[in-house]
C-alpha cells in the first residue's frame, strides 16, 4: 500500500518568513494530493490540494509543488502569519475508484514566531 | 454546508466495555471513514465505507468493527475496549475519491 513520508515533525518560523513542508509518497499510481491543516482543538480542513497533471498550484500565500518523478510534493507558505501556525497533514491516494483512501504523513507542527 | 457530527466530545469507559461511536453526516456522501489520531503518528485509518453495508479494512482495524446501515450514519464500535485504544477518534467524509474530506469535531476516547 501506500505511505507517506512528511518532514520536518516541528517546524518554527519568524513571522513574515515562509515556511516549506515536504513529503515523500511512494506508489507511484498515486495522482491526488491534498493538504489538511488542523488549528488547536479544531478539526482537519483542507487549505489546498494538487492533482499529477499538474506541477504547482497557487492560492493567495500558499503554495503545492509536485515532482512525480521523484514522487515527493511540498507545501510552501510565505509571509506567515500568527494564524498559520497549527498542525499540518499531507496525504495521497489514487482517485480511479470509489473505494480508494487517503493515506496521510505524520504532521508537521508549524509554529510562527510574533 | 457539510456537517458531521460525532456522539460525544468526550467519553470515558472501563477494560471490557463495549464502545459505541457514531458519526453522522447531511450531505449524502457515498464514503465515511474512521480514523484514529494520536501524537507522532498522525491520522491512521481504522475502517472506511465506500457505500451503504459496505465496508473495508484501513490500516489498524484490529479491535474495531464498523456498521452502516444508511448512508448519513457510520458507526465504528470497540468490542471490547483497552487502554491502548485511548485516543482521538475522528469521523470523516467525501463525496468520492478526490474529493475533500470533511471532518467531524472528534471524540477522544479514554479507556480506564
Known amino acids: 500500500g501506500e505511505n507517506v513520508e512528511q518532514h520536518p515533525s516541528t517546524l518554527s518560523v519568524q513571522e513574515g518568513d515562509s515556511a516549506v513542508i515536504k513529503c515523500t509518497y511512494s506508489?507511484?499510481?498515486?495522482?491526488?494530493f491534498p493538504w489538511y491543516k488542523q488549528e488547536l482543538g479544531k478539526r482537519p480542513q483542507l487549505i489546498i490540494d494538487?492533482?499529477?497533471?499538474?506541477g504547482e498550484k497557487k492560492d493567495q500565500r500558499i503554495a503545492v509543488t509536485l515532482n512525480k518523478t521523484a514522487k515527493h510534493f511540498s507545501l510552501h507558505i510565505t509571509e506567515t502569519q500568527p494564524e498559520d501556525s497549527a498542525v499540518y497533514f499531507c496525504?495521497?491516494?489514487?482517485?480511479?475508484?470509489?473505494?480508494?483512501?487517503?493515506?496521510f504523513g505524520t504532521g508537521t507542527r508549524l509554529t510562527i514566531i510574533p | 454546508d457539510v456537517k458531521v457530527t460525532q456522539s460525544s466530545r468526550y467519553l470515558v469507559k472501563r477494560t471490557g466495555e463495549k464502545v459505541f461511536l457514531e458519526c453522522v453526516q447531511d450531505?449524502?456522501?457515498?464514503?465515511m471513514f474512521w480514523y484514529r489520531q494520536d501524537p507522532g503518528l498522525g491520522l491512521r485509518l481504522i475502517y472506511f465505507?465506500?457505500?451503504?453495508?459496505?465496508?473495508e479494512k484501513g490500516d489498524i482495524p484490529e479491535g474495531y468493527s464498523v456498521s452502516r446501515e444508511k448512508k448519513e450514519r457510520f458507526s465504528l464500535i470497540l468490542e471490547s475496549a483497552s487502554t491502548n485504544q485511548t485516543s482521538m477518534y475522528l469521523c470523516?467524509?467525501?463525496?468520492?475519491?478526490?474529493?475533500?474530506?470533511?471532518f467531524g469535531p472528534g471524540t477522544r476516547l479514554t479507556v480506564t
Open positions: 470523516a467524509t467525501r463525496l468520492g475519491p478526490s474529493y475533500e474530506q470533511y
Open positions: 506508489d507511484s499510481a498515486s495522482n491526488y
Open positions: 494538487i492533482r499529477s497533471n499538474v
Open positions: 496525504a495521497a491516494s489514487k482517485s480511479n475508484f470509489g473505494n480508494e483512501k487517503l493515506t
Open positions: 450531505m449524502d456522501h457515498e464514503n
Open positions: 465505507s465506500y457505500d451503504v453495508k459496505m465496508k
